[in-house]
C-alpha cells in the first residue's frame, strides 16, 4: 500500500494533520476505483465505526471516507488503527 501524509478532517472538528495514511486502490470496476486504507492514531483522539472524515494528501488528492473499523491493541494502549472506505472518488 502506498503511504502518503495527509490532513485527517473530522466532523467533529478535530482535524489531524501530519498523519502517515496508507491508502489502497482497487481498479477492477469499471465505473470508479474504490479505495481504502488505514492509519494510526492516539487512542485519546476517539475515532469511532461509521464515523465521517475528510482526507487531503500531500500528493494534493482529496476524498470522502467512512471508519470501517478501529483496532484497540491492549500491548500498545496509547494507540489505536483507524481503517475506513472511501465513499467516492479519490480526486
Given at each position: 500500500m502506498?503511504?502518503?501524509?495527509?490532513?485527517v478532517e473530522r466532523?467533529?472538528?478535530?482535524?489531524?494533520?501530519?498523519?502517515?495514511?496508507?491508502?489502497?486502490?482497487d481498479?477492477?470496476?469499471s465505473r470508479?476505483?474504490?479505495?481504502?486504507g488505514e492509519f494510526s492514531s492516539r487512542s485519546a483522539d476517539g475515532f469511532l465505526p461509521s464515523e465521517r472524515i475528510e482526507l487531503t494528501l500531500n500528493n494534493g488528492q482529496k476524498g470522502s471516507?467512512?471508519?470501517?473499523?478501529?483496532?484497540?491493541?491492549?500491548?500498545?494502549?496509547e494507540e489505536t488503527l483507524v481503517e475506513f472506505t472511501g465513499s467516492g472518488p479519490l480526486a
Amino acid at each position: 500500500m502506498p503511504s502518503y501524509v495527509a490532513r485527517v478532517e473530522r466532523t467533529n472538528g478535530k482535524s489531524l494533520n501530519q498523519v502517515d495514511v496508507f491508502i489502497r486502490v482497487d481498479e477492477s470496476s469499471s465505473r470508479h476505483p474504490s479505495w481504502g486504507g488505514e492509519f494510526s492514531s492516539r487512542s485519546a483522539d476517539g475515532f469511532l465505526p461509521s464515523e465521517r472524515i475528510e482526507l487531503t494528501l500531500n500528493n494534493g488528492q482529496k476524498g470522502s471516507a467512512s471508519v470501517s473499523r478501529t483496532l484497540f491493541d491492549s500491548r500498545s494502549p496509547e494507540e489505536t488503527l483507524v481503517e475506513f472506505t472511501g465513499s467516492g472518488p479519490l480526486a
